[in-house]
């Protein structure tokens, strides 16, 4: 699972990061939840994902753990930029057409 988040308010210009597969399963472990639980996805997960994220990326970070970094970044906005391709696929010529 990849999913592409844009964090605004924590350094003067938006940060990209993309998800992994280590930063979901570092999510599992310390949220005690499954990708694959059903109960959808929040703000405090994608939270959870953008701090585990912005370490990864080298950036320092003083807090501890996610909970404290948004505490130190209250107005902070996290939102999930879509990837999906427009045109996933050129035009064929099917036995239809």
Do not use: Y
Not at 3 to 20: A, C, F, M, W, Y
Not at 40 to 63: C, H, N, P, T, Y
Request: negative net charge; charged residues 30%.
């Amino acid at each position: 699972m990849k999913i592409k988040l844009r964090i605004s308010g924590v350094e003067q210009d938006p940060v990209e990061v993309i998800t992994n597969l280590l930063c979901i399963t570092e999510w599992e472990r310390t949220e005690n939840r499954k990708a694959t639980d059903g109960r959808g996805i929040g703000v405090s997960d994608m939270v959870s994902w953008a701090f585990f994220m912005w370490k990864q990326s080298g950036r320092l970070v003083k807090e501890q753990t996610w909970k404290e970094w948004l505490a130190a970044h209250p107005d902070m906005e996290i939102v999930a930029v879509d990837q999906t391709d427009p045109n996933p696929t050129d035009a064929a010529v099917s036995d239809a057409s």
